[in-house]
């Protein structure tokens, strides 16, 4: 299969977005803080430090989805700290037999407000 075409080239990209929020230790500045009111972070900037932990650990809690075929993909990544979990929405966006847009959503929440994958499941753009 050439990597080039969708829908590997989606999936390299969104792995490759994983990989870089790891190795940063935390989220990129093309990340944005969601806007699910249960988000730490809305509250409280000081947990920085606790979502630079989170992204060092996340790892895929769910398969690729693709939302619109050959045009619109996206996978969630989470991981636990203490009575805390973080949650990252990566997708990207393919056209004209190229990527054109990629995003980044990321929270951290109290485990008793979990109410599954996707609270980081923003509207793209």
Known sequence: MDRFAWPQSAKDRIENMASTLRRIKGPARWCYPSTNPANLYRADRAIWSEINQCMTEIAPVS??????????????????????????????????????????????FPKDKDTGVGMTDDKFG
Do not use: H, Q, W
């Open 63 to 108: 398969d690729y989805i693709e939302v619109y075929p050959r045009e619109y993909m996206k996978r969630f990544y989470r991981a636990n700290l203490g009575d805390k979990f973080c949650e990252v929405t990566l997708s990207t966006v393919y056209n004209d037999d190229r990527i054109v847009g990629s995003d980044c959503y990321y929270g951290l």
